[in-house]
């Protein structure tokens, strides 16, 4: 039931009054409120399937040793403790310093309701600072210094936001920025996967199989394309300049869709961006609303993915 306009009008000026929510934009019902001084809010590694025994050796290679999400003050080795954009701690998503190695964090929900929903979040990227590998250019990837654009600028590989969802059909709706390409040559663009995710039950089933630092998302880099135009971001000329961005990204779960992605000041129309679906159904996941973000480096160094906070809402 759509709540009156005095009611929606009221509600608004209640979250301008909130320095913690004055921040988002949400549509009408807030799920989510992640504020990571206050822990890490259900956001946890995602571990593929294992068998019914409880073996984990049957977890799939390229899944093993995606890393916990972590609690960060963003601690540097040049200025100390920079903190998060408000408080102390952001939740911090690492790679190992293994090109093509990926970080994840999920966050489980279900749908009450069809609708559009958005996720919306402060977030900043990061190469590591103090890695002998990022002192020199030419070094695994590193691009040439001029006292503005730092070395590991190309050491950082992308980093995404998507999420899982089924309501009978399951899909993933996936924006990637994707700020150098496996050559490490600068990209910055936004793309998305045009195949859907592989699953444990294709790897069981030996449709698939992935060696441990494969792309989970879409293994193959041809399956990705570019929407939107280039975006450069805010980088700031060395791995420890910490600036927060800006996000909100929009889908709308009546119609499988993308609608829109906000990256500070720049909206890319996403409407005309497909969501390939599953041909086969999968049982247990009715009302699935997962979201998850990751990281993933293209060297032998290790990226980061911070979020200061999220939120998410929707308008069901």
């Not at 799920?31 to 571990?47: A, C, K, M, R």
């Not at 590193?142 to 309501?167: R, V």
């Not at 390409?181 to 995710?197: A, C, F, I, K, S």
Request: net charge negative; hydrophobic share 35%.
């Amino acid at each position: 039931m759509t709540e009156p306009a005095s009611e929606r009008s009221l509600a608004a000026e209640l979250r301008r009054a909130d320095p913690a929510l004055s921040r988002f934009n949400p549509l009408d019902r807030i799920l989510v409120h992640d504020d990571f001084n206050t822990g890490t809010h259900g956001w946890i590694e995602l571990l593929g399937n294992y068998d019914g025994h409880g073996n984990l050796d049957t977890v799939d290679d390229h899944m093993r040793d995606f890393r916990p999400p972590q609690l960060s003050s963003c601690n540097f080795f040049d200025v100390g403790t920079h903190g998060a954009m408000s408080g102390t701690y952001a939740l911090k998503v690492a790679t190992r310093p293994l090109a093509g190695h990926t970080g994840v964090a999920i966050r489980r929900l279900t749908m009450a309701g069809r609708g559009r929903v958005q996720f919306e979040a402060y977030l900043t990227f990061k190469t590591e600072a103090a890695s002998e590998e990022n002192q020199a250019a030419g070094k695994a990837g590193a691009g040439p210094w001029d006292a503005n654009l730092h070395p590991s600028e190309q050491q950082f590989g992308a980093f995404t936001i998507a999420t899982d969802i089924c309501d009978g059909v399951r899909y993933h709706c996936v924006a990637r920025y994707l700020n150098t390409d496996v050559e490490n040559g600068l990209r910055r663009e936004w793309v998305y996967p045009t195949v859907p995710e592989p699953t444990p039950r294709e790897h069981f089933e030996g449709k698939i199989k992935l060696p441990p630092t494969a792309d989970f998302t879409a293994p193959d880099p041809g399956d990705w394309k570019p929407f939107g135009g280039p975006q450069e971001l805010c980088y700031n000329e060395v791995p420890t300049k910490v600036n927060w961005h800006y996000v909100r990204w929009v889908i709308d779960t009546s119609t499988r869709s993308n609608v829109e992605l906000q990256v500070n000041d720049t909206v890319h129309d996403m409407r005309d961006v497909p969501v390939p679906p599953y041909d086969e159904e999968y049982g247990s996941l009715q009302n699935l609303l997962n979201f998850y973000v990751s990281v993933r480096t293209h060297t032998d160094v290790r990226n980061f993915l911070y979020l200061d906070s999220v939120l998410i809402s929707v308008d069901w």
